[in-house]
């Protein structure tokens, strides 16, 4: 399926039920492809939200390890 860019803004919603029933949708402007909008099969979906940072790697600071118990401690001492 083809349309114009002008079109996809108009009828946006039955686009994307189109894409959602299997078809894919290429956008054109002043008849160049500019777009493509595509079904997401179920291996395209993470079966999770991901996080938009990415994994964060921590540096190892050599710092003790702490227990809630031992946060507790150290912030009452913070006058927190």
Do not use: W
């Not at 997401?40 to 994994?55: A, L, R, Y």
């Amino acid at each position: 399926m083809e349309t114009t860019a002008r079109e996809f803004n108009q009828k946006s919603s039955q686009i994307l039920a189109a894409a959602a029933r299997g078809e894919t949708v290429t956008v054109t402007k002043n008849g160049t492809p500019v777009a493509r909008v595509v079904p997401i099969t179920g291996d395209d979906v993470p079966p999770f939200p991901s996080d938009p940072m990415g994994g964060i790697e921590l540096p190892d600071l050599g710092l003790p390890e702490l227990s809630d118990d031992g946060i507790e401690e150290v912030l009452k001492g913070m006058g927190s």
